[in-house]
């Protein structure tokens, strides 16, 4: 319902509702306060008109009564000319507006429209709110679409299995929260959960990091270290890119999952591992290894269960829901409230396709919570009239650059992952449109 219309006079109430429904308004039509205070809550969507001049219970009284039940209710009052100076100490108290008799009726749909758009925005915001309060930080893989209900379905059937598993997924769609997920769920959840991420430690130090070394293995080893393997006895080891390994460490990676048995560098010694590993790749791991870049019996040996993380284009309905838990974990962390969502923020949660994902959306988030967005919706006046196409495009591509740097924090490697750009393309963008990269290492 959009529009509950409150007046004693028959004649004129069923004129408005008339009017108003012609112009495509869903109106109920009530004859006293009484009568419409029966059946309006918190949860009413639409805005309500009311005469002032009623028996009983007049306008000004229902509007006070209805502040009681949802302060934030659009309420518009219908007065005569003598009425106007209560209409007006109305106003001030946060009545959304009032009409003046006689009245055009363009005059009272207009300010309608606006009170709806007012209160769609407020219930949505309370919507988010609740969403955001439901979940909290140790609530895995949010989401209520059916991808997400079928992914939490498959962690939970597979996560007690001593069982290895492959997770793919683009970057920044939560294949880390995956693998945490798999662990807390399983028997192993009291035992160490230790992720390493393959692609940042450089193949000179993996192999000690996996494995551990003895001292005097290599050279500056001066004392003894347990690798991760071991540390993750009885628990779970997280692997990221994967895709990163070395074709050699490939070969000794396979030996310890076949035998779940590790030798650290510099000593004979044997030790028996209890491991349960967990491998996340962002690319075609299979396509990889047809190609011969990646062991193809390894992968077999990971793709016992393989899980795919879905990007955040093939949730969208899910984005509402976790732009609201990250903006107010965002806000608690800023030690701010969290402010409303305004056009240019639902515009851009609904039009933008997120290409880094819910990592990319959390960053977002934080950008919004500290008041660091400057969106415009796409259907207001932009800077871009009175300029060229090619100016346009290149305004365009700088923005995107620009959200990229602010996505990735200024690490060049995910901005240039997310764009899809040659990174000498990039910096060459960079020098083009004078954009410093730097600044954006401590945005958000």
């Not at 838990?325 to 609904?350: E, I, M, Q, Y």
Request: hydrophobic letters at 45%; a neutral charge.
């Amino acid at each position: 319902m959009d529009v509950a219309f409150i007046d004693d006079d028959e004649v004129l109430r069923a004129a408005n509702v008339q009017s108003l429904t012609l112009a495509g308004l869903t109106v109920a039509a009530y004859p006293s306060a009484t009568a419409a205070l029966d059946e309006i809550d918190a949860a009413f969507a639409g805005v309500v008109v009311s005469d002032i001049r009623m028996p009983r219970i007049d306008g000004l009284e229902l509007f006070r009564r209805l502040k009681r039940i949802d302060p934030d209710l659009p309420v518009i009052l219908i007065t005569g000319h003598g009425d106007i100076a209560m209409a007006v100490d109305a106003m001030r108290e946060g009545a959304y507006d009032f009409v003046a008799k006689p009245f055009a009726v363009d005059r009272l749909i207009g300010s309608i429209r606006h009170a709806l758009e007012k209160r769609r925005l407020v219930l949505e915001n309370r919507a988010l709110k609740r969403a955001a309060e439901a979940a909290s930080d140790d609530l895995p893989l949010l989401g209520v679409t059916p991808v997400m209900e079928r992914l939490r379905q498959t962690l939970h059937q597979v996560a007690d299995a001593d069982v290895d598993v492959l997770v793919e997924g683009e970057t920044g769609s939560g294949k880390d929260v995956v693998a945490n997920a798999l662990h807390r769920w399983s028997h192993r959840a009291s035992r160490p959960f230790v992720a390493v991420n393959c692609g940042a430690l450089p193949e000179t130090v993996i192999e000690s990091e996996l494995f551990g070394h003895e001292p005097g293995a290599f050279t500056g080893a001066q004392r003894k270290r347990i690798g991760r393997f071991e540390y993750a006895h009885g628990g779970t080891l997280f692997l990221d890119e994967i895709e990163a390994m070395s074709p050699a460490l490939q070969v000794k990676l396979l030996r310890v999952l076949e035998a779940r048995e590790i030798t650290p560098l510099g000593t004979n010694e044997v030790r028996r591992v209890d491991v349960r590993l967990v491998a996340a790749t962002k690319v075609d791991l299979l396509g990889l290894a047809k190609q011969g870049a990646f062991r193809e019996d390894l992968y077999y040996r990971l793709h016992v269960v393989s899980v795919r993380v879905p990007p955040l284009r093939e949730r969208a309905d899910d984005i509402p829901l976790l732009f609201g838990h990250f903006l107010t974990r965002a806000a608690k962390r800023f030690r701010r409230d969290p402010p409303a969502l305004d056009a240019a923020v639902r515009h851009r949660l609904s039009a933008h396709d997120w290409p880094g994902n819910v990592r990319e959306l959390a960053h977002y988030a934080e950008r919004v919570a500290l008041g660091l967005v400057a969106d415009t919706p796409a259907s207001a006046a932009s800077p871009d009239q009175g300029r060229s196409l090619p100016e346009r495009v290149e305004a365009y591509e700088a923005g995107l650059i620009r959200e990229a740097l602010a996505a990735s924090r200024g690490d060049v490697r995910l901005a240039v992952e997310a764009l899809g750009l040659p990174r000498k393309t990039f910096y060459d963008k960079l020098r083009r449109y004078g954009i410093d990269q730097n600044q954006y290492r401590t945005a958000g």
